[in-house]
């Protein structure tokens, strides 16, 4: 797959270049057919709560994050859902993390066609995936309560699953996983919307940084014992951990106000 059809425009010195650059990855498979349209969209919303943290891991996405791997790795039966937009900004790490804590990979999709299925099983696979559900006739089982097409899923999956990782869910569906009695993880950088406020635990983060993130810590955690595991999933409270957020994004605006927000420009 051509991934670097697009990006020899993108100046080595350009000061936004990494977010070209990862637009350039959604727009790449969106070509290929795998990122819907409606994904590039919801990629800007993203963005922009992305510029209002400052574009890095924030603390309180750092400690979601570990609390996310600890839910994971004392799981049952975890599995992580993929969508179009995950299968192109991370399709390795995200294979990588479920590697490291033993989850299944499913495709989940809102705008679900058979072709759009395929294309990212093969993006996993082409990633080192093993195997992927949610495909065609694996999708038999429904989520009630919900009417959109991301209600399909796999009865080996999302549907007996304990624990549920949706990189950029849906509101809807987040509410509908959490009344089947799911711990749902959420990675999603808008801390206001129904999805963050709906998961056990959200992580306020741009899934190109917290997906890594949560691979190191994978590798890091998993000589845990399983008590201190539990006790770091224990510990968590996501009201408080989004109230922490918030409050950066507040501080960090107060920063700016306070500092002056133009550029400088000097004559020469
Ligand atoms: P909800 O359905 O939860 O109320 P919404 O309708 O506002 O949310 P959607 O369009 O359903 O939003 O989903 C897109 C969400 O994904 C947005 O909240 C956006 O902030 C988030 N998002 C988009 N791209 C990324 C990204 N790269 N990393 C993390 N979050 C992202
Ligand atoms: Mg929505």
Redesign the pocket.
Known sequence: MVRDSHTSWIPPNHPRKESLL?RERLVDGFEEGYVAA?GL??????????YLIGESSISSALTAERVAVAALLTAKHPVISVNG?TAA?VPKQIVELARLVNAKLEVNLFYRTREREELIVRVLKESGAEEVLGVGDDASCVIPELFSERRRVSCRGIYTADVVLV??????R?EALRRMGKTVIA????PL????R?ASITIV????R?IPNMVRFADEMRTMSRDELISIVKGFNNEENLRAALMFIRDRLTELINKGITLEFHKV
């Open positions: 990862i409606q969209i919801a990629h800007g919303r993203g963005e922009c709560f992305d937009n900004l990189p950029l869910e849906d509101g809807d987040t990675i999603d950088l808008n919307s129904r999805t963050s709906a983060d741009n899934v190109v917290a």
